[in-house]
């Protein structure tokens, strides 16, 4: 029994779409029809596009029969994390302030996915502004984990996860600021790939800490990942940030293989605190890439203990001056008041969440006068040393090999009252942010203990994509590892 074509990769419906075998219209039905049997029980969307999905999915099927090459991948359905502007389409960034917000423009994200002729499915559901690591801030409820429903699909892209996890897209768009794609990727058990800072426009992504924010893929293997950023990489004139750097073919030479290369293990990612299975799965990892021809090796990277830390005041910082212009004037919800100051105060009380508020508090606090010194501006100076140690450690090292999460997934309510024990979801995730870099989340397993996937991060220098992808498919090749959670239609 062949597979349904929801259960497909990007890869092969493509091949399917440009020989005529399937059209992109049976493609996007067979999708929705996946989102309407499965969506009730895990949440991963906030809007679902459904009409225009099939509107340019007949246009694909048009093009094509009339002769035209609509683009390689074109007719490939695809999500949008909720925090994405989509021209005419809600966008809420999972905030109730945000809940009725028409955007009047399209993220060059967007754009380039249109340009691409993928069907939009849907916006997917986040944490309130992408600040969390479970999708339990969401102000319009939380999204479910496909392999265990009674267990968070990670954040802040827990919506894009779960709707590749589930077979509700073929692949999907989610934003990385300390981990946000990698960590819910590790979690739901797909591949997240947390692009070069700057190398995917930020124009149109609602921000929450500016030097941080990326967008990347979601996918069900490690080529399709490669696909799909290089549909979304390049530069941006929109962006000031946008890297003016040529986008190399990322699949072109994905299947090179390891062998020859120096992969390090960071002592400090692998320290006390991982789960007994996700440490098992690691281990089989690394020995898996000796037995490919990689020459791996340990490297103390000692700043990556205060990663975290450096973190959680620096991302606050920023996003404390990002969401100051959701004050009730400019954009979405407005709570009347006597007087303007009123009118502000109500509005964002009433619009944003507790861990929202907790981190505008915690950033104006680090960026106020007498503290600034003390707190954002040594965060700033710890985020240079983190730098300084990735340097070292690529002067004896191609890549690095690490977790992506130090646990599978965990229950809901489980670390809510405890936001410092949430913040530590991040801890494998956070020092390639801070740096800038790129790096990839693959599954490579379950845990014995629980049944829950684990996943392996890759991470290499700036702009080192290819060699990333190369690594990480080399694996997914040898593991071997089909993650398909509780009732996928199996081929």
């Given at each position: 029994?062949s597979?349904?074509?929801?259960?497909?990769?990007?890869?092969?419906?493509?091949?399917?779409?440009?020989?005529?075998?399937?059209?992109?219209t049976e493609?996007?039905?067979?999708?929705?029809?996946?989102?309407?049997?499965?969506?009730?029980?895990?949440?991963?969307?906030?809007?679902?596009?459904?009409e225009?999905?099939?509107?340019?999915?007949?246009?694909?099927?048009?093009?094509?029969?009339?002769?035209?090459?609509?683009?390689?991948?074109?007719?490939?359905?695809?999500?949008?994390?909720?925090?994405i502007?989509?021209?005419?389409?809600?966008?809420?960034?999972?905030?109730?302030?945000?809940?009725?917000?028409?955007?009047?423009?399209?993220?060059?994200?967007?754009?380039?996915?249109?340009?691409?002729?993928?069907?939009?499915?849907?916006?997917?559901?986040?944490d309130?502004?992408?600040?969390?690591?479970?999708?339990?801030?969401?102000?319009?409820?939380?999204?479910?984990?496909?392999?265990?429903?009674?267990?968070?699909?990670?954040?802040?892209?827990?919506?894009?996860?779960?709707a590749?996890?589930?077979?509700?897209?073929?692949?999907?768009?989610?934003?990385?600021?300390?981990?946000?794609?990698?960590?819910p990727?590790?979690?739901?058990?797909?591949?997240g790939?947390?692009?070069?800072?700057?190398?995917?426009?930020?124009?149109?992504?609602?921000?929450?800490?500016?030097?941080?924010d990326?967008a990347?893929?979601?996918?069900?293997?490690?080529?399709?990942?490669?696909?799909?950023?290089?549909?979304i990489?390049?530069?941006?004139?929109?962006?000031?940030?946008?890297?003016?750097?040529?986008?190399?073919?990322?699949?072109?030479?994905?299947?090179a293989?390891?062998r020859?290369?120096?992969i390090?293990?960071?002592?400090?990612?692998?320290?006390?605190?991982?789960?007994?299975?996700?440490?098992?799965?690691?281990?089989?990892?690394?020995?898996?890439?000796?037995?490919?021809?990689?020459?791996?090796?340990?490297?103390?990277?000692?700043?990556?203990?205060?990663?975290?830390?450096?973190y959680?005041?620096?991302?606050?910082?920023?996003?404390?001056?990002?969401?100051?212009?959701?004050?009730?004037?400019?954009?979405?919800?407005?709570?009347?008041?006597?007087?303007?100051?009123?009118?502000?105060?109500?509005?964002?009380?009433?619009?944003?969440?507790?861990?929202?508020?907790?981190?505008?508090?915690?950033?104006?606090?680090?960026l106020?006068?007498?503290?600034?010194?003390?707190?954002?501006?040594?965060?700033?100076?710890?985020?240079?040393?983190?730098?300084?140690?990735f340097?070292?450690?690529?002067?004896?090292?191609?890549?690095?090999?690490?977790?992506?999460?130090?646990?599978?997934?965990?229950?809901?309510g489980?670390?809510?009252?405890?936001?410092?024990?949430?913040?530590?979801?991040?801890?494998?995730?956070?020092?390639?942010?801070?740096?800038?870099?790129?790096?990839?989340?693959?599954?490579?397993?379950?845990?014995?203990?629980?049944?829950?996937?684990?996943?392996?991060?890759?991470?290499?220098?700036a702009?080192?994509?290819?060699?990333?992808?190369?690594?990480?498919?080399?694996?997914?090749?040898?593991?071997?590892?089909?993650?398909?959670?509780?009732?996928w239609?199996?081929?």
């Amino acid at each position: 029994m062949s597979a349904p074509l929801w259960a497909r990769t990007a890869t092969e419906l493509a091949g399917l779409l440009q020989a005529g075998e399937v059209s992109a219209t049976e493609v996007t039905t067979s999708v929705l029809e996946r989102v309407e049997a499965v969506e009730a029980g895990i949440g991963a969307y906030l809007t679902r596009t459904s009409e225009d999905a099939l509107g340019t999915a007949a246009e694909v099927d048009a093009r094509r029969a009339g002769g035209e090459d609509p683009g390689p991948l074109a007719g490939v359905p695809i999500a949008i994390k909720d925090i994405i502007c989509t021209q005419g389409v809600r966008t809420t960034a999972g905030s109730a302030l945000l809940a009725n917000y028409v955007p009047p423009y399209s993220a060059t994200v967007a754009t380039r996915i249109a340009g691409a002729g993928l069907p939009v499915i849907g916006k997917t559901n986040l944490d309130e502004f992408a600040m969390g690591s479970s999708t339990e801030n969401s102000a319009f409820g939380p999204t479910r984990n496909p392999w265990d429903t009674a267990k968070v699909p990670g954040g802040s892209s827990g919506g894009s996860a779960a709707a590749v996890a589930a077979g509700e897209a073929v692949w999907s768009i989610g934003t990385d600021t300390g981990g946000s794609i990698r960590q819910p990727a590790s979690l739901c058990g797909v591949v997240g790939l947390k692009p070069t800072y700057g190398l995917v426009s930020r124009s149109g992504l609602i921000a929450f800490a500016s030097s941080l924010d990326q967008a990347g893929p979601f996918t069900r293997c490690v080529r399709d990942a490669a696909l799909l950023l290089g549909v979304i990489a390049g530069h941006d004139p929109r962006d000031a940030t946008s890297l003016p750097t040529p986008v190399p073919d990322f699949a072109e030479g994905i299947d090179a293989g390891v062998r020859g290369m120096r992969i390090g293990i960071p002592t400090e990612l692998m320290a006390a605190g991982l789960q007994d299975g996700v440490r098992a799965r690691v281990e089989e990892c690394i020995g898996l890439l000796e037995k490919l021809g990689a020459e791996v090796g340990e490297v103390s990277l000692p700043t990556f203990a205060y990663g975290i830390d450096a973190y959680y005041l620096i991302a606050p910082a920023e996003a404390s001056a990002n969401l100051a212009r959701f004050d009730g004037v400019r954009y979405g919800v407005r709570v009347d008041g006597d007087d303007v100051t009123t009118m502000n105060s109500r509005t964002r009380a009433a619009g944003f969440g507790a861990e929202v508020k907790r981190r505008i508090m915690l950033g104006t606090y680090s960026l106020s006068a007498g503290y600034y010194d003390a707190y954002y501006g040594k965060a700033q100076k710890v985020r240079t040393l983190i730098i300084n140690d990735f340097a070292r450690a690529y002067g004896s090292f191609d890549l690095l090999v690490s977790p992506t999460s130090p646990t599978t997934a965990f229950g809901f309510g489980e670390r809510t009252q405890d936001p410092l024990t949430m913040y530590l979801s991040d801890v494998c995730t956070v020092p390639t942010s801070l740096a800038g870099a790129c790096a990839i989340s693959i599954p490579c397993g379950l845990a014995a203990e629980d049944g829950l996937p684990v996943g392996l991060q890759v991470m290499g220098q700036a702009l080192d994509e290819v060699r990333v992808l190369r690594a990480a498919y080399a694996l997914e090749q040898e593991l071997g590892f089909k993650a398909e959670p509780p009732g996928w239609v199996a081929g």
